[in-house]
């Protein structure tokens, strides 16, 4: 599932640097929690929290039904 999700962040990411953020990819759990690291402008942007379960997760769990939250780490 890890390459899944690798290849759904390449997707989201473009949005993400646009307003001078990124995203990585930590870790992928067994029960579907993606933990992913905020960078840039995203890292401390007081919107980070609605980006990633609005936008990042909303369109994760969209792509691949297996995910089943998102977290930051």
Do not use: F, W
């Not at 390449?10 to 993400?16: D, E």
């Not at 759990?29 to 995203?42: A, F, H, N, P, Q």
């Not at 990042?56 to 297996?66: A, D, F, G, N, R």
Request: hydrophobic letters at 40%; a negative charge; charged letters at 25%.
């Amino acid at each position: 599932m890890r390459e899944k999700v690798e290849a759904a962040l390449a997707r989201i990411r473009p949005a993400l640097q646009a307003d001078g953020g990124d995203i990585d990819l930590v870790d992928v759990t067994e029960d579907g929690v993606v933990k992913v690291t905020l960078r840039g402008s995203c890292a401390g942007c007081p919107m980070s929290q609605m980006t990633l379960t609005h936008y990042v997760e909303q369109t994760l769990k969209e792509m691949i039904p297996e995910v089943k939250m998102v977290q930051a780490v």
